[in-house]
């Protein structure tokens, strides 16, 4: 039976506690070999790949500001951000620490989860008041009660929660099932590959697995006990560093790495680019190897358009849409500003606001608000004109109305 097969059956009992570790299991269960590193949530941590996809995405998400909206007369209207949304862990923890601690969660466990702790006099849809403080909490404290696709009780550090009083968000799910799947789970062999190929790395070079080199006596054969003495004096002496002194029939010969090097390193390129697929990273912007790609961009700009439409957009929409039907009360909904992740150079940016000043999509003063300048004042109004003349724009013709007298 397969491991899916095995972790929906799994939550068709009722009354049966399921940790993320029991499903790290599941999702491993079957894969071969001997002595390995045993890959979990934070053993994951350890191969660089796997870091760097989770800093990265947790990172960009929390610089994004959250704002609120709500609809009037079809024009979409800023209003005030909940406290939820600005400190949800309380004054010790701000915004982007939560989002970057929850995004961490989401990208390498498919799952995080917070104890409500405070809420706001705002009633949401269930009749209770909104989330005003959501404490996080680590993932190995939590387990899960649940009856098919429902969860009934989450179990956190020993005590119970009803599904009410704990939050949780999850991603990568499929139909049916109540929790989010975990990369770090899928990935396993990969990661645990690239691990054991490290472990390998250091053990080799710290001569644990097999000769540093070989120690021959040309003239006579020599007994074990007498390898042994031999062995021990001369580790004895280059142990520290010291000289080993010897006469004429004894001949050292290290032993060379330059094959399992070369495969070491093979191994690492082809993990790190197996990894980055599975945790939504494309290989470049990880410094993982790239072969065979011919894809240029013209600017970062690009570059990041394309990160975030194929890969962190997706997620960031599903969080905004758990915000909106959680944490604030309809018809507001919240939105993550992503413009932060597509900053232009500041040429293209001057000729883009320019572009839109000039087909009056955009006001200078709006242009001047977005570069955090307050608008122009009378006399530097005067100073352009003095420079390149009237300030006075040419009316746009304009085309009349069908049936309209002119």
């Not at 956190?156 to 949780?168: C, F, L, M, Q, T």
């Not at 000289?243 to 070369?262: C, L």
């Not at 394309?306 to 929409?317: H, S």
Request: aromatic fraction near 8%; proline fraction near 5%; glycine fraction near 8%.
């Amino acid at each position: 039976m397969g491991a899916w097969s095995k972790v929906r059956r799994v939550f068709t009992r009722d009354a049966n506690l399921v940790t993320a570790e029991d499903l790290l299991n599941l999702a491993r269960e079957g894969r071969t070999g001997g002595k390995t590193v045993h890959v979990n949530n934070d053993s994951a941590l350890r191969q660089s790949a796997v870091w760097a996809c989770l800093r990265l995405r947790a990172d960009l998400e929390s610089s994004f500001p959250i704002d609120v909206y709500r609809r009037v007369q079809g024009l979409q209207v800023e209003v005030p951000t909940p406290p939820v949304l600005v400190t949800p862990g309380g004054s010790e923890v701000g915004v982007k620490e939560w989002m970057y601690s929850t995004r961490f969660d989401l990208d390498r466990a498919g799952n995080c989860f917070g104890i409500i702790t405070e809420r706001s006099g705002v009633i949401g849809p269930d009749g209770r008041g909104l989330p005003g403080r959501i404490d996080l909490v680590e993932l190995g404290q939590v387990t899960v009660r649940a009856n098919g696709a429902q969860i009934t009780k989450f179990k956190i550090a020993g005590k119970e929660y009803d599904p009410w009083d704990v939050w949780h968000e999850k991603q990568y799910t499929v139909a049916g099932f109540p929790l989010g799947l975990s990369p770090v789970a899928y990935a396993a062999w990969s990661i645990e590959a690239s691990l054991n190929a490290q472990q390998f790395a250091r053990d080799w070079f710290a001569a644990g697995i097999v000769p540093s080199g070989t120690l021959k006596n040309v003239n006579k054969t020599i007994d074990k006990r007498q390898a042994r003495e031999v062995k021990d004096g001369f580790r004895a002496a280059v142990s520290n560093g010291d000289v080993f002194v010897h006469g004429v029939d004894w001949e050292y010969k290290p032993v060379q790495a330059v094959t399992q090097q070369s495969q070491f390193i093979e191994a690492q390129q082809y993990s790190n680019g197996d990894i980055a697929r599975f945790f939504g990273c494309p290989g470049d912007l990880i410094d993982a190897a790239v072969s065979g790609s011919s894809v240029t961009y013209a600017n970062i700009g690009q570059r990041n358009l394309q990160f975030l439409i194929m890969n962190l957009g997706p997620a960031v929409g599903r969080r905004e849409d758990a915000f909106s039907r959680k944490l604030v009360s309809n018809p507001r909904y919240v939105k993550l500003n992503t413009d932060a992740l597509l900053r232009m150079d500041p040429q293209t940016r001057a000729q883009t606001l320019a572009g839109q000043i000039t087909s009056r999509q955009l006001a200078p003063s709006e242009a001047r608000a977005l570069e955090e300048r307050p608008p122009f004042t009378e006399d530097q109004l005067a100073e352009f004109d003095r420079l390149f003349g009237s300030r006075s724009v040419p009316a746009q013709p304009t085309t009349a109305a069908p049936g309209a007298s002119s």
